[in-house]
């Protein structure tokens, strides 16, 4: 079918390790250096270089170490590799319901290169910028030259191309632990542990994945500076209408049967409503005694009502999507409603028969009864069940700007499920992204002028274990190392592109709350670099920028062997004779950037006694 189209360029599949002739098979992952197509005149191909992993609701936050991405493309094209290509570079928002899943946040920022609000990830963008300069540099003798490789031991290498022209070099070091020191055409060179030396000409060292000389800068949240009081927005709301659904049942269709959310909704909304009807007699041997509702459930969300009244609420967790719901219940003679809501956060959108993952409310659902050791159970998952698509707020567009709907501005309640709020806000001043901080909402979704921001759920807490105050780059990279965010709401930040405000006038957000929660502590905030730092070897050249804003301090900076990490730096035992704050202060402080050659002719020279000198900076934006 793919060929019939003969669309003039060639096929490739990624997923498929025997993908026939002509396809051409590419790799997907955090490593591709061994990845060895099907056909040895298949080009050596990396579709997918994971930068970072996605979060999911419930989770901590990933990171892929700077380094280790590096290493990884390094040690790619030192094995023959042709073409790289970044998932993601440019992280993003998942806005209204794209998010798949399930359970994928809205943000998608991914830990990428460029953020999800578009700003520069240092070190990572400028790091990976060096890269592949240099691999541009000698792409002519990657290209055309001949692979020749040494191996010297301890999973340390060397492969040369050579043309008639020259030849290039990598030094590889896939050891996790131990540096090796390479002697090479009668020089010796140190390579550190999980790491990759470029030498364009075979001689000088020209980068190394372990090396990082590009800053690293800290992104700060700024408070909307257009608001008198941007702490205390004042609200307005609305309770969802539910009559229908709780009092009385009433769907759009009817089936004897419970269906798959999937198969009612179309995937046109995360809500379902399942509702049937009950009727007891009197003197029904049910009646009296304890009794229960009981939902066999896929729902990634489930919140149960019987005769109007909200029984309780369950989640799926840490991705296991098949729960039981049980609740005690009073159940009355004559008729009783019970209606489910079943809410998705996220379909299946991966992996084989992904379509057929069930989501909703499949069943069985009994109700039982129980008196002393008599237990009696009624089945209801072939009863007569309504359904309903969708709420009536989303229906009426209560999140439209010009909705006529009224709103009570009188005790606005906190913590009450199914409700609706609205409040008015000025745009952020100034140009850099905008979020909004939804801590102390519960669960639901989000809408600026009408644009929906995509869901919001930062009342479910990640886990306070698991998460790694240092990350080391060395070794197999994978999604459950280097998390960080433990304790903490999985997102509590949500991105309002710019495009969706109006400058001048009010703004309107409109929230729609499932389970509860205090839409006071409610902000809208600006983010932007508030600091960058380095740490960088002598002979090196930095260059500092705070992204299209001016340096404003010089707060630290040591040239000789400072200690510490970014944001942290401490001077060390040796210093350089000249002042080096002075000297960055004038060379870089009211500029937006600044480039520096770190070397003693420029800062002095500090007595190390032999050891590698190096310079630590960290400026104010």
Known sequence: ????????????????????????????????????????????????????????????????????????????????????????????????????????????????????????????????????????????????GNISTIDFGNSASATIYKTEEGSSCFFGNGNEKSDATISFQGESYVVPAWSVTILPDCKKEAYNTAKITTQTSMMVKKPNEAENTPSTLKWSWRPENMDNFLLKGKGESTQTQLFDQKVVTNDQSDYLWYMTTVKFKKRDPFLGKNMSLRVNSTAHVLHAFVNGKHIGSQHAENGKFNYVFEKDVKFKSGRNVIALLSITVGLANYGAFFESKPAGITGPIFITGRNGDETIVKDLSAHKWSYKTGLIGFESQLFRTESMSKWSVESVPFNRTMIWYKTTFKSPLGNDPVVVDLMGLGKGTAWVNGNNIGRYWPAFISSENGCDAKCNYRGAYHAEKCLTNCGEPTQRWYHVPRFFLNAEGDNTLVLFEEIGGNPSLVSFQTTRVGSLCANVYEKSIIELSCDRKPISAIKFASFGNPDGNCGSFEKGTCESSKNTADILTQECVGKEKCSIDVSTKRFGTPDCSGAVRSLAVEAIC
């Open 1 to 144: 079918m793919a060929q019939s189209l003969d669309v003039g360029v060639p096929w490739i599949m990624c997923q498929q390790n025997d993908a026939p002739q002509p396809m051409l098979n590419t790799c997907n992952g955090f490593y591709c250096d061994n990845f060895v197509p099907n056909n040895p005149n298949t080009p050596k191909m990396w579709t997918e270089n994971w930068t970072g992993w996605f979060k999911q609701w419930g989770g901590k936050n990933p990171h892929r170490t700077t380094e280790d991405v590096a290493f990884s493309v390094a040690r790619f094209f030192q094995r023959g590799g042709t073409f790289n290509n970044y998932y993601m570079y440019h992280g993003g928002t998942n806005f209204d319901r794209t998010a798949g899943g399930p359970y994928i946040t809205t943000s998608y920022d991914y830990d990428a290169p460029l953020d999800e609000y578009g700003n520069l990830s240092q070190p990572k963008y400028g790091h990976l910028k060096q890269l592949h300069d240099v691999l541009h540099s000698i792409e002519k003798t990657l290209t055309y």
